[in-house]
């Protein structure tokens, strides 16, 4: 009884509890589905647009992102004393800013990249 004792005043220390494994189901079920759906979009081409395809590709990847947060790691607005929502708030917005920086440096590397011509391949040394 003293290991039992013991076990809820840990979970009422750090104010979380693991999961159970009816939660890790779900986590991994929605993981498998949430992986499965993009890759089956870009493997056959479900849509005409890439535009459209790279976006819910995108948004799906959000998306596990936060089922990984709730369903594995347990975060959540109660735990470690909002801590971890602070944490997420700041890796958010670092990602963005991330993911902001390299699509702009992307596209305009592509738009001033300098075109050659085939004439001007074959007078390369």
Do not use: C
């Amino acid at each position: 009884m003293s290991a039992h004792t013991h076990q809820g005043s840990h979970h009422d220390e750090h104010g979380s509890s693991h999961g159970s494994r009816k939660s890790y189901l779900i986590g991994f079920g929605l993981s498998v589905v949430l992986t499965f759906i993009p890759f089956w979009l870009v493997m056959t081409g479900a849509l005409e647009s890439k535009v459209a395809t790279s976006l819910i590709v995108i948004s799906l990847a959000v998306i596990q992102i936060v089922v990984h947060m709730i369903y594995f790691l347990h975060m959540d607005a109660k735990s470690e004393g909002g801590w971890n929502l602070m944490a997420l708030i700041f890796t958010i917005v670092l990602v963005v800013i991330t993911l902001t920086g390299s699509l702009w440096v992307m596209y305009h590397l592509v738009n001033n990249m300098m075109p050659i011509s085939a004439h001007d391949m074959r007078n390369m040394p």
